[in-house]
């Protein structure tokens, strides 16, 4: 048994750097260790179970066999850079030949249990812990489909082809297995739980949307796009239209990248993981403004414009924004415009570069706050959707009294007044 499956690790070749996955490393090792002479039982059984931990930690539970799986999908390796920028027909036949075999032998590996530990020590009488070979979760739905041809089939070589087109629609590595990202410490950090919003669950605003919406559907195509800034009254809906995208359009290669503002100086190091990837990429900057002694708006103001290397056409800039001026002015700023001694000779200069950075946009998308007649049809639309029954006139009474106690009239008051509204009547 352990030279056959010693054999099978060493035998990889396209997936080879699955020996540095920290789960299937530590099950190497256990494999390696095993000798028909001289076997130390409690050195082996230790490394069964940093094995065990490791799948347990990593796979949240899981069976080896779904984690072996997932693996597969979100590797990096020669094939699946290759094979997210080509057509299945286009693919080197050699490689293909590889891969299937590589397939082949990740699925027997996948088979491994504690029974192939036990049969060594049979004599040994020791309580292993355990996973159920076959359990699947099969994960996010846009996974579920090719997670159940591994679980259904034995011939794991014969999925080249399925596993070549989930990397054509889905991407390689983080930008297969996350839809959203922060930019961070010149690093990409997945985001698991995101934001579930869809267009369809966004109230009024139709024609603001209607904007970002085509626009967003031009840059997936390869069409001339323009980055936008979403301006207006908080609580409007801005930063939802743009996490509504992703949700909406993921499936068509798009991808966002939210960046704090103190990143935004980095922007050239991440332009430069993006531009040679097959997805279209929106950098996000949400509820974006600067004070009047910032010098970070122009690494903004850089990428808007385009330096000397230009911004790659598979990305895009969505920045929300409360302030039409992106940059605060003061008085003071005017005042250099007189003749005072001490004030800057070109200050209207000054004054003119802080104002012109919104208009770097190529589109300016305004929501503004709505008045009371569309703050009630707002609230009248959630309440009907969750189907809350109260009279007419009750739920404006108390949306009414709800938007002068707390927020003001936006969408965002409207949902948090109807969050409390079910929750008091199921209480009730």
Known sequence: MYKDYRKLFESLSIYRGLLEDSVVKKLFKLVCSYKRENIDFVDCISMYNDFYYELME????????????????????TFSRIAQK????????????????DLNILGKISEFSYLDVKEIFSEEKYEYSCWDRDSCDKGDVTYKEIIKKFFEGNNWGSLVKDVANFHRENGVGVFGKFKGFVWEDNELQGVVSLDPVRLDNLIKYTRERKIVVDNT??????????????????????????K?????????????????????????????????????????????????????????????????????????????????????????????????????IHA????????????????????IAPNQKEYLEIVEEMAEERKISIPKDELHRKAVQWEMSYNGRSPRTAKQFVDWLEGEIVDK
């Not at 080896?64 to 997932?70: G, H, P, W």
């Not at 050239?268 to 097959?278: A, F």
């Not at 690494?299 to 990305?315: Q, T």
């Not at 570069?353 to 305004?366: H, N």
Request: charge should be neutral; aromatic fraction near 10%; proline fraction near 3%.
């Open 58 to 77: 990593k796979n949240h539970g899981k069976s080896l066999k779904e984690y072996i799986v997932t693996s597969i999908l979100f590797s990096e390796n």
């Open 86 to 101: 080509t057509d299945y027909t286009n693919l080197d036949r050699h490689i293909l030949e590889a891969t299937a075999k």
């Open 217 to 242: 559907i031009a840059f997936i195509k390869g069409l001339p796009a323009n980055n936008i800034l979403l301006y207006g009254s908080r609580g409007t809906g801005k930063s939802s239209t743009v």
């Open 244 to 344: 509504a995208l992703l949700n909406e359009y993921y499936n068509s290669g798009l991808r966002i990248i939210e960046i704090p503002k103190p990143y935004l100086h980095t922007f050239p190091k991440l332009i430069k993981k993006l531009k040679e990837l097959p997805q279209k990429f929106i950098l996000f900057i949400d509820d974006l403004a600067f004070e009047d002694s910032e010098e970070t708006y122009t690494a903004l103001k850089a990428i808007l414009e385009g330096g000397l290397e230009s911004k790659p056409k598979n990305v895009i800039i969505y920045a929300t924004s409360n302030r039409r001026h992106l940059i605060k002015e003061k008085f003071s700023d005017r005042a250099g415009m007189t003749h005072g001694g001490d004030e800057e």
């Open 348 to 367: 209207i200069d000054s004054m003119e570069e802080k104002l012109s950075l919104a208009d770097r946009f190529g589109i300016t998308v305004t929501f």
